[in-house]
């Protein structure tokens, strides 16, 4: 099964009225829903049972034919229970563990010793999957602000450099340590007339981000105030993250 | 993560250069992305304090009618003809605030541009700067017109004219001036240039 996002979304607009409906409807708009889905949650399978990094496609295969299609899964999943996001791990874990559970009924059990390794603590589970969601929405908004910024038919040249100040001054710095270019420099290059010219630049450029990061967000967290709750939510859990070094 | 190119400058027009920010993203650990994420922070400073010696510089040497031209039409229409008749069409803030007979339409138009600068919360000027702007014209229009352009109390007026002169990556020409203003509004007390 192909993993590639969708045109419009990488992740599906968390529509309660489409998901109840997902089990009655045709299959075609399920594989859309998989399909967006398919890369954090391989990431977190693969995190969560290292072990079974090679069979983790043919897992969230079965993941996906088994709970989403066949059983209704959609169905359940309820607003009322949380994050949309939250209730998609929760069920392939619980889906992968029943696999094992399985597994060990055919085979002799293996002891702790031979597994090399802990039992995954839930804690880890739910920071390896929420980290490699915040990636992709951050991957995915910076990459909508890039191609905005760089449309032929949006304001040229004016754009682009709206794209370039925001790379070297602060997305280079972040990502790669680089020094941040001298206000000096960023005058020469870009040709800023005073003051407010390269202040409005980079207003512009930050205001741009968030537009993005917001769509992004969107998509999958559905109405305003939702998506609002989610930017923090990241937010809170990058920054706690962060403290743990 | 492919090494960022260096961008060039190719007779005055910037070359862009490729960031992979997937890559980036990918590769990053929490506080980067955390540093990320708070970027769309509108209250987060444009500028370092450091660089406001540089900018002071960029906006003394800025052609007026670049930041004043931003009013409503019949503003910039008026700052245009003024700035015509008194042969500063391309000329600079240092221009006027150091011109001995600086149309005191001008100086006004200044003050009011800094006001509004450090009174919008989405301003990018440093108030820093919006601040030096605002005195500087007031006391060139005390020193070179004779003039009052503020309704300030004259403690406030001190007050401000002190700070400003305090800032060390003000030029001296301008610290001059104020020192002037200070003393002219101090009743003949000596305003020390820093």
């Keep these: 099964m192909a993993s590639e996002p969708s045109k419009s979304s990488i992740f599906p607009r968390t529509d309660w009225a489409e998901l109840g409906k997902a089990a009655d409807t045709d299959v075609v708009r399920l594989d859309r829903l998989i399909r967006l889905y398919w890369q954090p949650l391989k990431i977190f399978l693969m995190a969560t049972f290292p072990s079974l990094k090679n069979q983790a496609d043919t897992l969230l295969q079965d993941f996906a034919e088994d709970k989403l299609i066949k059983e209704g899964w959609l169905r359940r999943a309820d607003q009322s229970r949380g994050r949309f996001r939250d209730f998609l791990k929760t069920s392939l874990r619980n889906f992968v563990l029943d696999h094992l559970n399985r597994v060990e009924v055919k085979n002799p059990p293996i002891s702790l010793e031979d597994l090399e390794q802990d039992p995954p603590q839930p804690d880890n589970l739910s920071e390896e999957f929420d980290l490699a969601w915040a990636r992709t929405v951050l991957a995915e908004t910076l990459r909508r602000m890039e191609a905005d910024c760089k449309n032929p038919a949006e304001d040229q040249p004016r754009r682009s450099y709206i794209w370039e100040m925001f790379r070297i001054r602060l997305l280079e710095p972040v990502f790669n340590d680089a020094a941040q270019p001298s206000y000096d420099q960023l005058i020469e290059q870009f040709g800023l007339k005073s003051p407010t010219d390269a202040s409005n630049t980079l207003l512009s450029a930050k205001r741009i981000f968030k537009a993005h990061l917001s769509k992004v967000i969107k998509e999958y967290a559905g109405q305003d105030a939702a998506t609002a709750t989610e930017i923090q939510a990241l937010e809170d859990f990058l920054v706690r993250l962060s403290k743990r070094g | ?194």
């Design chain 2, 1 to 194: 993560m492919q090494d960022a190119k260096k961008p060039t400058v190719t007779g005055g027009r910037t070359v862009m250069s490729d960031f992979d920010s997937s890559a980036a993203v990918f590769k990053s650990r929490a506080k980067k992305l955390a540093t990320l994420m708070a970027t769309g922070e509108e209250r987060a400073k444009l500028w370092r304090p450091d660089e406001l010696a540089a900018m002071f510089r960029h906006q003394m040497s800025a052609p007026m009618l670049v930041d004043l031209g931003t009013f409503d039409p019949r503003t910039a229409t008026r700052l245009r003809t003024l700035s015509e008749a008194q042969g500063l069409l391309l000329k600079s803030f240092a221009d006027l605030f150091h011109h001995p007979a600086p149309p005191i339409e001008l100086l006004e138009l200044i003050k009011d541009f800094a006001k509004a600068n450090l009174d919008h919360p989405e301003s990018g000027l440093p108030d820093e700067i919006a601040t030096t702007l605002y005195y500087t014209s007031i006391a060139a229009a005390l020193i070179r017109l004779d003039a009052h352009i503020s309704q300030l109390p004259d403690a406030d007026l001190q007050c401000g004219l002190r700070w400003t002169m305090e800032q060390a990556w003000l030029d001296d020409k301008t610290k001059e001036l104020l020192a002037k203003a200070l003393e002219k509004i101090s009743g003949g007390q000596k305003g020390t240039v820093p």
